[in-house]
């Protein structure tokens, strides 16, 4: 059976971004779009992303029973945004909210 390792692909992925970008001065390098469920969650991939894609984090989680832990979350996922930003290691991260439907979940 023949196993892919996607680590290894998104290396070569990623290699052949920086060759671009160390080639042309007015660089920006690919958006992407990245789902994410929670803060802990996404930590690892925004802090490892952000230094070769403009990352928009689309926040959304409809399985949170309650609207008041389901803020909590929001509100954590953009203050560890703001901290990778902060730090200015990468390109800066942008966040979208989705709409909190538990209902959704629930059907």
């Avoid at 230094?51 to 203050?79: C, D, G, M």
């Amino acid at each position: 059976m023949n196993q892919v390792n996607y680590q290894k692909e998104l290396e070569k992925i990623l290699n052949t971004l920086q060759e671009k970008g160390e080639a042309a001065s007015d660089y920006r390098p690919p958006r992407l779009f990245l789902h994410s469920c929670c803060a802990p969650c996404s930590s690892y991939c925004l802090e490892y992303l952000c230094r070769y894609f403009l990352i928009t984090v689309f926040y959304y989680n409809p399985n949170i029973s309650f609207s008041e832990e389901y803020r909590k979350r929001v509100a954590e996922q953009k203050r560890l945004i703001a901290a990778y930003n902060k730090e200015e290691k990468g390109w800066p991260i942008d966040i979208v909210e989705g709409d909190y439907e538990p209902e959704r979940f629930y059907e």
